[in-house]
């Protein structure tokens, strides 16, 4: 069986940031897995900040269109969100709003077509003792009720973000890894089930 490809998208596109750093390392953890993981930069798609105007002139852009097309490539998703004054990150929610856009076309489905019933799992990470929980929570259910992703109830949140990575960019903590294996392990066991039916 070909191996899941994971798609895997930080909050943050800041050279440095911890969710980038968080997002790297568990990409070298699916690796090892056996999964095949893609970082995505969603700031690389240069999409403006949605406005109806500008949709009814121009029209959805095209980085909504490689958005949904790396969706539709992968069997899960893995999104790792920092937290902005309790929040996710613009940058997230104002890709996922221009995806949802996107209207179905001979050569591409709806954008939400794309997210439907798509296996995704969420890390986050925060300075702070909390680890992002709050932006967490608040992506799970952003995803579930708008886009219709399966989000697995295994999540993690790093918290002491700044202090938790070694040189090589390991989680200096076993326990703290081995929370970022068990997401993993979650949402592969969820893609391979679906992958089944």
Excluded: C
């Amino acid at each position: 069986m070909d191996p899941l490809r994971l798609l895997i998208l930080p909050g943050s596109a800041r050279v440095g940031a911890l969710s980038g750093r968080l997002a790297a390392f568990a990409a070298r953890t699916a690796e090892r897995q056996g999964l095949q993981p893609r970082l995505f930069d969603l700031r690389a798609l240069d999409l403006p900040l949605y406005d109806g105007d500008l949709e009814a002139a121009h029209g959805v852009p095209a980085g909504a269109l490689a958005l949904q097309a790396a969706l539709l490539e992968s069997d899960a998703v893995l999104l790792v969100t920092p937290e902005y004054n309790g929040f996710p990150t613009p940058l997230v929610i104002n890709a996922f709003d221009w995806l949802s856009r996107l209207p179905a076309t001979e050569q591409h489905p709806a954008g939400l077509a794309a997210t439907a019933n798509k296996p995704a799992a969420l890390l986050s990470t925060s300075p702070g003792p909390l680890g992002g929980l709050r932006a967490m929570n608040t992506l799970r259910q952003y995803l579930q009720m708008a886009f219709a992703m399966l989000v697995v109830p295994q999540q993690y949140a790093l918290g002491r973000a700044h202090e938790a990575f070694d040189e090589q960019g390991a989680l200096a903590d076993a326990r703290a890894a081995q929370s970022v294996q068990g997401v993993l392990d979650a949402l592969s066991n969820l893609a391979r089930a679906l992958r089944r039916v």
